[in-house]
């Protein structure tokens, strides 16, 4: 974590301030984003530092699951699983793992700043859809870890999508393509859980990870799944600002495109 060892040296963390600063700074040990963090992550930051993209993501992911995992009430089970799960696949160190904890459960007090979290979150992203994307997918993974996503996940998240600047059309098309994942047992739904390409349950399936009917034209077929690879691709989401611990969460999902592309390609005789 090419971020982690400049954030703990000070010449990233000595600029990254603000809300998303100070809960970090708390997650590390108090007083820490006192003697590293100065400003208040205002515009006149510079954008662009995939540094301090990686570390927002990073901050802004751990903390704000800890608050949607609270949004029913309790955190269950299944939720907390998620989050280790997340944590496995980043193949955090042991204390990367504890901040990302600390960051989790700074999230789910009371007096949690989730609109300025959000806020800094959007400004730091700079119109990065896809990372904004991914980091709404992750969200809505742990909500969906108990098998369902309850009504005061969904309301929260549509009020995250709102304050990060995410259409909420794309984001319930989002909520069907992960449904139809799930439904088919892979890692974000997909993936190694094909069986025999002539069943039409999971025919039906592989449609709504592509996000299109059943009834969809062929060159609509190819168009979404090039979409979607590009949109996936590991390398491009680091280059925008992806922790490269979490570009596994990329890779699967690719996996899972192509499971159901080759699925539904086979069906329809397509070269």
Known sequence: MSWWGKFIGGSVGFFFGGP????????????FDKAKTVGNGGGHFGYGDNERVQMAFFTATFSVMGHLAKADGRVSDEEIAAVRKIMAHMQLTGEQQQTAINLFDEGKRPD?????????????????????????????????????????????????????GYPRAQFERIVRMMQA???????????????????????????GVLGLPEEAPDDDVKKAYRSLMTQYHPDKLVSKGLPDEMMQFATEKTRDIKAAYELIRESRRLH
Do not use: W
Request: aromatic content about 8%.
């Open 20 to 31: 998303l600063g100070a809960i970090l700074g708390t997650a590390v040990g108090h007083g």
């Open 112 to 164: 949690f700043p989730l609109d300025d979290i959000l806020e800094q979150f959007r400004r730091e992203c700079h119109r990065r859809s896809t990372l904004t994307r991914m980091f709404l997918e992750i969200l809505l993974g742990t909500a969906m870890a108990d098998g369902e996503i309850h009504d005061s996940e969904l309301r929260m998240l549509y009020y995250v999508c709102e304050r990060v």
């Open 181 to 207: 994942g799930q439904k088919a047992g892979g890692s974000t739904g997909f993936g190694q859980a094909y069986g025999g390409a002539g069943d039409n349950t999971r025919l039906k399936d592989a449609y």
